[in-house]
């Protein structure tokens, strides 16, 4: 079976344009989450999307948005981008939104904004 | 409020030695922890997670970790290492009162020397 799948791989912006990153997760998966790693740190959890409804949402500005399809795949975006912004991007997804459900990773969007 | 501390940014351990990763974690409530690996350039791959049951986990690639909540630590050991051991190891706790959002550590950087 196919694992979580992002598109697209690399991407490279200019300061206060916008972005969108997609998710695609593991079939039979109703739950996907969004992470931002910058170089160097651990990845820190931007939001959780569960059969379609937001279930969480980290410390992050207004700038970022993000939804949830029938499909259950997700977009990310980013409005206005700063330089700040350039990390990896990983989204996760899970059967369910429970704290016991394993997530999986996907291999990560790598943003650069210039 | 839940984190997770991993002492150590870099380890190096020669070929066929003992690696240890440390991690403590900080939680109000009985915590779920997990130890992920990244390597260059792609996402995280769980190796092993404590949701509650047997203190002692055993994952993937004969890495194991250990549970003790009087030390609220979470090491990763393995008993010989290989080259292919070389990555980036990171801890993350969840609370079961948040979901499953992920806090992780700021990772460590494993280095196997041949």
């Known amino acids: 079976d196919a694992g979580v799948t992002q598109s697209p791989t690399h991407l490279i912006k200019t300061r206060g344009q916008q972005v969108t990153l997609r998710c695609s997760p593991i079939?039979?998966?109703?739950?996907v989450s969004w992470y931002q790693q910058v170089l160097g740190q651990g990845p820190q959890f931007i939001f959780q999307?569960?059969?379609?409804?937001?279930?969480g949402r980290g410390n992050f500005p207004d700038r970022f948005s993000a939804r949830q399809f029938p499909n259950y795949s997700s977009e990310l975006n980013v409005n206005a981008l700063l330089l700040g912004d350039s990390a990896l991007y990983l989204c996760?997804?899970?059967?369910?939104?429970?704290?016991?459900?394993?997530?999986?990773f996907g291999p990560g969007t790598r943003l650069t904004v210039l | 409020a839940q984190s997770v501390t991993q002492l150590g940014s870099h380890v190096s351990v020669s070929e066929g030695a003992l690696v240890l990763l440390r991690c403590n974690y900080s939680s109000s409530v009985p915590p779920y922890l997990f130890w992920y690996v990244q390597y260059p350039n792609q996402g995280l791959q769980l190796l092993l997670k404590y949701t509650s049951a047997a203190t002692l986990v055993k994952g993937i690639n004969d890495f194991e970790a250990e549970f003790k909540k009087s030390e609220t630590s979470f090491h990763l050991t393995k008993p010989s290492a290989h080259m292919s051991d070389a990555a980036e190891y990171f801890c993350?706790?969840?609370?079961?009162?948040?979901?499953?959002?992920?806090?992780f550590g700021t990772g460590t950087s494993l280095t196997v020397i041949p």
């Open positions: 079939s039979g998966h109703k739950s």
């Open positions: 999307y569960y059969e379609k409804e937001e279930r």
């Open positions: 996760a997804s899970s059967l369910g939104d429970r704290s016991t459900d394993t997530q999986y």
């Open positions: 993350a706790v969840i609370s079961g009162s948040t979901g499953n959002q992920f806090y």
